[in-house]
């Protein structure tokens, strides 16, 4: 940057001071610490704050100051040109309007969607519009100022010194000094809050660029004049308190100064305005070099000009409205009331910068990181919206109690989801890892690593060349974040799908690049997934991608890099290629497995894996769901039977074509008696346009037709109001990428990516029974990618077709993420704030801090009291009725092999084995407690099978053994030996 371009440090760091003095104001105004300024008991600690308030007051008019000063010659710096755009006008504007924009959604919208406040229309709307509605007051006053300063300098411009003297002095007078001895209320008067006060402090702002201050020549008298002012208006302060305090009038009038349009405020701006002009008259002397005070300045440059590019960013997030009064709490202000003079003074320094330094980073962030770092950030820590909120007491408190009592675990799932398990240990071990609030924390992190890490590596690739695509990337994470309806420490799901994303991250770019060390990687990683969970072997089919990019390459010799070898002719033919790579990934792939399986077989015996494969594949015997054909069917059926609302919507487009073509038929055929060409054109057009209105106004009817016949609702809190939507966007995802793979034109990335994204969509779901909702679980490649091809796509001149898909996934997007923000699994009602509440457990701190429904609340405690006080907790237990969490809530360890023996996949005999065990070593000491999940069991009939089969074993078990019932309430059944 050339010399002349430089900003002044002087006013830099005045600009940082004022902000830094705002903050002080909102600490002392915010923190409650001015209180009641009529009290007849304040202390000294009291007076300095109003002092210390008094010395702050004048930032806002030292800010609008400097705007002045600078902004009145702005119109004429425009490449010489003395006249500006319309849209130069709007610049300024609009660049404040999106920054303040930016925030006020932000943390509006987050606290929205991690449930600290509770949904209120007029809320959201102060977020949408902050501007109109003050949320900001200072910005709304601002921008206005600045839509009116290209008036103002054009009208300064033509005003001498002694005219522009007159009209400021007029104003000083009118605004100021009229309300500083009138001691009433003027109707006009805003204490400086709106835009005529921002007006005359532009004006002196300008005055002094122009013509200075001859009466302040030196920074003594700046000085003078700031300090002078000051104590004026804490004087005005003290004197009319004790007018008050003696006579019982001019209450209203104590506090009267503290406001920006008092004059003594006003004058104490302009002096400490001036005081830091000292130091740009004085920065250099007549012999070149510059002065003490400026060489100061130069050797802190980068810091000074740092802090003030964010001064503004500063002011907007400690000043939102949801964080405006939450940071004194954080920072415990109010406990400094009745503390000493010197004590609040520190806290109150260490706390002002603290805020300040805090605002600057997330300003930094959103100005050096606002297509990188902010978008990856807000991806990250999305998942720990809901860390707080629900208690599940199946699958979420099965997983945490597999982690918790990991050594006692079933060896047939203990090894089959080994490496889950191990890691679900490892995170258990972290500082608030043994509670369910701290593994919702570091799951829900893992699971942002995913999306983060798939942004960033197709920003990488794609979201450079178009600034669009970093937003459509952004959306589709932030769509497959919102759809990912499983509990963050399921980890067997999510720690699977984090190493299958990167393991085709790397295979991706392995195939683009063509280095073999990255096959090599991918093939560990994907090695690494099998000991995640078992059936994750399916993931070989990733294989797919490789072989096709080979195949395409017949019949050219492969450039393969360092895959290949320029020697020997045969190796560099495509189908040599295809043995190569392949020979390099599944070299990695056994690296990846064989390491997790010799440490299982140094643990548990040679013999102990290849036992759990054979149970693994003898559990279909009794859950006849997980047989490879019934996942397959189940996922099939899907697609099968929610293809009838897609082919409506291909209906209505196919309509659509079929008009749009007749239409522009007709219309050529008629144009030739409309005048020339642009006549021609321009009526061809209007017409177009009326009918394309029309055409997406009949979108919108096909929507409501859908909604009433049951496509979708508007209940987040249950899957209906997306699985229909989203299953309709995969059937257009699986067709698309047929039609890449035989798209001649098509570009090589596109169409590896459409083999990736196939053996996605159709391996995902293998391994469960639970038909397409694993996929839905897994779409952060699904989604953006697909995105990015149907951009490609719908660059046709289509417009039925463009419009009909972009509002297929307008809707899918809107009701994922809606879904997101309303679903939380397993506790449904939890969502409503004002039927949230915590739980309090003696048991254990396990749950502490988890809000869920009043009624499994009372429940949950009324157990965990009843087994306090018997001392029931330090017993093993044996649990029925889908209430596994029961064992990690309170801690006790499970007597059998699993906490959730009414799990189909869990075998009969081997309970039948656990509960003989028991009866052999059977003690009233040594046996454990039986506790039920009472709606579940006594609903349960012969019909049901298995699950009836396996209750009465238990209850056998219970009637040889001396149990009674001892406790029972709504939800639970506990028994006792005796």
Not at 554 to 560: E, F, L, S
Request: overall charge positive; some cysteine; charged content about 15%.
């Amino acid at each position: 940057m050339a010399a002349g371009k430089k900003r002044q440090l002087n006013y830099e760091l005045l600009r940082v001071i004022a902000m830094l003095m705002i903050v002080c104001l909102h600490y002392l105004s915010k923190g409650g610490l001015l209180g009641d300024p009529a009290r007849a008991d304040m202390t000294a600690a009291g007076y300095m704050v109003w002092l210390i308030e008094a010395f702050c007051l004048v930032a806002v008019n030292v800010y609008v100051l400097i705007s002045g000063y600078f902004g009145v010659d702005a119109h004429t710096s425009l490449s010489g040109r003395t006249r500006i755009t319309f849209w130069e006008v709007l610049g300024k504007p609009v660049r404040i309007w999106k920054q303040v924009f930016f925030y006020s959604m932000l943390f509006g919208c987050g606290a929205l969607i991690f449930g600290v406040q509770q949904f209120d229309l007029y809320q959201f709307f102060s977020y949408c519009f902050p501007l109109v509605t003050e949320h900001y007051w200072f910005a709304t006053y601002y921008v206005v100022l600045c839509l009116m300063m290209p008036f103002l300098n054009a009208g300064i411009s033509y005003l001498e010194e002694k005219e522009m003297r007159c009209l400021l002095i007029g104003f000083v007078l009118f605004f100021s000094v009229s309300k500083t001895i009138i001691p009433m209320q003027l109707p006009w008067d805003k204490y400086g809050y709106d835009s005529l006060w921002f007006i005359v402090l532009y004006l002196t702002g300008a005055y002094l660029k122009r013509y200075g201050a001859a009466l302040i020549w030196s920074r003594g008298r700046a000085a003078a004049l700031y300090l002078g002012s000051t104590m004026a208006v804490f004087a005005s302060f003290f004197l009319i308190r004790m007018i008050y305090l003696k006579t019982g009038k001019l209450e209203a009038m104590i506090h009267y100064g503290y406001t920006y349009n008092f004059l003594f405020c006003y004058t104490g701006a302009v002096g400490l305005f001036l005081l830091f002009q000292e130091l740009k008259q004085k920065e250099f002397h007549e012999n070149g070099r510059g002065s003490r005070a400026g060489r100061i300045l130069e050797r802190f440059r980068k810091p000074i000009e740092l802090l003030s590019s964010t001064s503004f960013g500063v002011y907007l997030i400690h000043e939102h409205i949801n964080i405006r009064y939450a940071w004194p709490k954080w920072f415990h202000c109010e406990e400094q009331i009745g503390s000493s003079a010197g004590r609040l003074l520190c806290h109150m320094l260490l706390t002002v910068v603290c805020v300040y330094l805090v605002c600057t980073v997330i300003e930094l962030i959103r100005l050096r990181g606002g297509m990188t770092v902010l978008p990856a950030l807000l991806l990250l820590l999305y998942p720990l919206r809901h860390v707080t909120v629900g208690l599940d007491m199946m699958d979420a408190g099965y997983s945490l109690g597999n982690y918790r009592f990991f050594d006692s675990l079933n060896q047939m799932w203990k090894l089959a989801t080994y490496l889950s398990n191990i890691t679900g240990v490892l995170l258990s071990k972290l500082p608030f890892g043994d509670h369910w609030i701290g593994m919702n924390v570091y799951c829900g992190l893992l699971v942002g690593i995913v999306a983060a890490g798939v942004y960033l590596f197709l920003w990488k690739r794609y979201g450079q060349k178009r600034k669009f695509y970093s937003v459509l990337l952004f959306v589709s994470e932030l769509t497959a974040l919102s759809l990912c309806w499983a509990p963050n420490v399921i980890l067997y799901h999510y720690l699977g799908y984090l190493l299958m994303t990167i393991a085709v991250m790397v295979l991706f770019e392995a195939i683009m690049k063509e280095k073999a060390k990255y096959f090599v990687i991918a093939g560990v990683i994907l090695g690494l997934c099998v000991t995640v969970r078992m059936p994750n072997i399916t993931y070989v089919a990733l294989i797919l991608p490789v072989w096709c990019d080979c195949f395409w390459k017949r019949g050219r010799t492969a450039a393969d890099g360092d895959c290949s070898n320029q020697k020997n002719t045969w190796k560099n033919t495509w189908f040599g290629t295809l043995v190569i790579r392949t020979m390099y990934c599944v070299s990695g792939y056994l690296m990846g497995l064989l390491v997790p399986l010799i440490v299982i077989c140094v643990r548990y015996g040679v013999a102990a894996y290849p036992q759990m494969i054979s149970s693994l594949f003898g559990m279909t015997d009794h859950a006849a769901d997980y047989k490879p054909a019934s996942m397959v069917m189940a996922m099939f059926e899907d697609y099968i039977h929610y293809s009838a609302w897609l082919f409506l919507f291909l209906g209505y487009m196919a309509l659509g074509l079929l008009f749009f073509h007749f239409l522009s038929r007709c219309l050529d055929h008629n144009a030739d008696n409309h005048g020339n060409d642009d006549q021609k054109n321009r009526y061809k057009n209007r017409v177009v346009n009326v009918f394309q209105a029309i055409y997406a106004f009949g979108l919108l009817i096909l929507l409501r037709f859908c909604y009433g016949r049951g496509m979708f609702n508007f209940d987040y809190s249950d899957y209906f109001s997306m699985y229909k939507w989203v299953t309709v966007y995969l059937l257009i995802v699986i067709a698309l990428c047929a039609w890449l793979l035989f798209y001649k034109k098509a570009r090589k990335d596109l169409k590896v990516w459409a083999v990736f994204l196939l053996v996605i969509i159709f391996v995902t779901p293998l391994g469960s029974n639970n038909g397409l909702y694993p996929i839905i679980n897994n779409l952060f490649l699904v989604i953006p990618v697909s995105l990015l091809m149907m951009e490609e796509v719908l660059g046709t001149n289509c417009f039925a077709f463009r419009i009909t898909l972009v509002s297929i996934l307008a809707c899918t997007v809107v009701q994922s993420v809606l879904f997101g923000i309303g679903f939380v699994f397993h506790d449904r009602g939890v969502q409503e704030n004002n039927n949230r509440i915590g739980i309090e457990l003696q048991c254990s701190n396990m749950g502490a801090g988890l809000e869920t429904t009043r009624d499994k609340k009372e429940a949950v405690e009324e157990l965990d009291a009843y087994l306090y006080q018997h001392n029931l907790n330090e017993k093993q237990v044996i649990l029925y009725g889908k209430i596994p969490a029961i064992a990690y809530l309170m801690d006790m360890e499970p007597a059998i092999f699993t906490t959730w023996a009414d799990l189909d996949s869990n075998s009969m005999d081997t309970l039948k084995e656990d509960l003989n065990r028991l009866s052999d070593n059977a003690s009233s000491d040594t046996l454990p407690v039986i506790i039920v999940g009472r709606s579940y069991v006594e609903r349960l009939t012969e019909a049901d099978g298995l699950p009836y089969q396996k209750w009465r074993l238990i209850m056998d078990f219970a009637e040889e053994n001396g149990y009674r019932e001892c406790f029972v309430n709504e939800e639970y059944i506990v028994f006792q030996a005796y």
